[in-house]
């Protein structure tokens, strides 16, 4: 990428703190921390080709984390996101390690599980002192710092913004060379990067420990952003928005990223306009259509759109 | 004593059903190697049709009836029209598909019956005080009874006839099975109208336990998964058993371990479990494949 591109890139991105204001901008700050959620899903199920119904659990319990460390030990906001995340990749190694020696559906159905006993272990009486139950937790957010000449909402987006650039650039350093080709191999065929002497239950295990700490932090930003905690908003649905997401933009990509989360954020509201009384239905027709039109989702669709363009006219190749 | 056979009892009544949704998911696996996310959600859809059809006057046997017939053509004409075309798309597109089902028939069944948690009626409460000197309620021994009777025909048709025999080979060996003259892509569509089926009995059977509401099945449909995994998610008949299990230790657990708060953590315990100590399931083998 050019460099001009690149502050026009940056401009972009920032110019929403400035433009928005109001439920706009808690919605476009929504839509960062929900495309950090999806890439950290990306991160195990576009790399390795093991599919998680349950990242909503790592998003809810780094919510909780950053919940708790400030409702009941005062810590400051920006020190919660360390710890929710080491927790995330510690519970995410711990899960994957039985269901990622398999092939086949298994992690599916190990993160689906954990994705329903979640909430259900949030509410535990035993629990209660720390999470408030099914009454959950409120927050208050993060204190805009003195020399910044912002409002509260302008920082909370930048500061979410902030982040998700940091993940993202962590991201793109982590995974290049050796690991990343590791990881397409077992992608593309396990058996075979398996004889080229690649740890492929290795490899998987700490592919979704790093993908629960990004989905982990999402969920605490999200905390932070929404500033309050419940059972209820962490159901099974929000680990099945997650997926949706990440098919419907396409694996591999961070525009897809954002388009997904684009797409489990505003498209429910639309179905609302379609037809008041039964929104879930147009939701999921349109989620199926999606996925006959664009079967690798929207960026997928994106890709074959330039290669034909590029075929069409060889000599701008 | 009287309490743990109770509650053993009525975990195996309960297991019925997982056994049900178990066998449905491991039919469409093994003929796909997929999973379907919606077969719950199905199954609730299924449950609501019959409640229709007796609210209108038909007796309760024949909108049983009409209820697994229909649902039989649902499952046809999804994999007809549906899932065949998704058949070369990315393996997660597939999954994509199965889990908008499930958005679809969640909310069809609110849509067009209802958030309102409604009653069930069921066709063996006639002796309400109980049978057996009190221990099982009528309904858990007439359920318990249908379910035994389904996986014994549901045995006997892959056992002993033709199209049984036709789509076990398509599961095993689908390139094969062209080659001697198997019709597969129908097989597959049975497979998944049977499954449809399976799932509208255990819906029928478990909505006077648990009321009908649109999602009825979706706790169901994890035990029914727990089930199938224990019991090897390749095996039917492993399937069954295994969803019997899973009924009875979901039972015993929430009434004398963990309480009625914590059943589906439950069920992730079980799985975890399976997968840690044996992955092929208790009756299932480990696949080796020549390359």
């Not at chain 2, 009653?119 to 005080?129: D, N």
């Not at chain 2, 390139?175 to 198997?182: A, C, D, K, Q």
Request: one cysteine or more.
């Amino acid at each position: 990428m050019s460099r001009l591109a690149a502050v026009g890139v940056a401009v972009l991105l920032i110019a929403p703190a400035f433009v928005l204001s109001g439920y706009h901008l808690f919605q476009t700050t929504m839509l960062a921390v929900y495309a950090l959620a999806i890439l950290g899903l990306d991160l195990v199920t576009g790399t390795t080709g093991q599919v998680s119904l349950g990242h909503g659990a790592f998003y809810a319990i780094g919510a909780y984390v950053t919940a708790i460390l400030m409702a009941s030990f005062n810590w400051p906001y920006w020190a919660t996101l360390p710890v929710a995340g080491a927790v995330c990749a510690a519970l995410g190694f711990a899960i994957g390690l039985p269901a990622l020696r398999l092939r086949g559906p298994y992690l599916a159905l190990v993160t689906l599980a954990l994705a329903a006993a979640v909430p259900q272990i949030l509410r535990a009486k035993a629990l209660e002192t720390w999470t408030g139950g099914a009454q959950g937790i409120v927050l208050s957010g993060p204190e805009v710092p003195a020399l910044l000449p912002l409002s509260a909402d302008q920082f909370l987006y930048l500061f979410v913004l902030a982040i998700a650039a940091l993940l993202f650039l962590a991201a793109h350093l982590l995974l290049r060379g050796r690991i990343r080709r590791a990881m397409a191999a077992i992608r593309d065929h396990p058996l075979a990067a398996e004889a080229a002497g690649i740890d492929v239950a290795a490899i998987k295990t700490r592919a979704f420990a790093i993908s629960a700490l990004f989905t982990g932090i999402a969920g605490s930003l999200g905390a932070l952003v929404v500033q309050f905690v419940a059972p209820d908003s962490f159901e099974v649905m929000l680990s099945i928005a997650l997926f949706v997401g990440l098919v419907v933009g396409g694996t591999g990509s961070l525009p897809g990223a954002v388009a997904g989360a684009g797409f489990v954020l505003f498209v429910p509201n639309l179905s609302e306009l379609v037809s008041k009384s039964a929104p879930g239905v147009v939701y999921g027709v349109l989620l199926v259509a999606a996925l006959f039109v664009m079967p690798s989702g929207a960026a997928g669709a994106l890709r074959r759109l330039v290669a034909s363009r590029r075929r069409a006219r060889p000599d701008t190749a | 004593m009287s309490a743990l056979l109770h509650q053993t009892l009525s975990g195996l009544a309960t297991g019925g059903i997982y056994a049900s949704v178990a066998l449905a998911l491991v039919m469409v696996y093994r003929a796909t190697r997929h999973l379907n996310f919606a077969q719950g959600e199905m199954a609730t859809f299924s449950t609501y049709i019959a409640l229709t059809l007796i609210q209108a006057g038909v007796p309760y046997w024949a909108a049983f009836a009409l209820t697994v017939v229909l649902s039989f053509a649902l499952g046809v004409a999804l994999e007809r029209l549906l899932l065949r075309r998704m058949a070369q798309a990315p393996g997660l597109s597939a999954v994509g598909v199965s889990i908008g089902l499930l958005l679809i028939f969640n909310a069809l069944s609110g849509w067009l019956f209802g958030y309102t948690v409604k009653q069930f009626p069921s066709p063996f409460e006639g002796r309400s005080g109980g049978v057996l000197g009190g221990l099982v309620s009528g309904h858990e021994l007439g359920m318990t009874a249908v379910t035994v009777v389904l996986l014994l025909l549901v045995y006997g048709f892959f056992r002993f006839t033709r199209l049984g025999l036709a789509m076990r080979a398509a599961a095993g060996n689908a390139e094969s099975s062209r080659l001697v003259g198997i019709d597969v892509g129908w097989t597959l569509a049975i497979g998944w109208g049977m499954a449809a089926s399976l799932g509208a009995v255990a819906g029928m059977m478990v909505a006077p336990l648990v009321f009908l509401d649109p999602n009825m099945m979706s706790g169901v449909l994890l035990y029914a998964f727990a089930g199938a995994l224990l019991g090897g998610i390749d095996n039917p008949f492993g399937a069954a058993v295994g969803g019997f299990a899973v009924g009875v230790i979901e039972n015993l657990g929430g009434a004398y371990i963990v309480g009625t708060e914590l059943k589906l953590t439950l069920a992730l315990v079980i799985i975890a479990a399976v997968l840690v100590l044996r992955p092929a399931g208790l009756f299932g083998r480990a696949v080796v494949v020549r390359v």
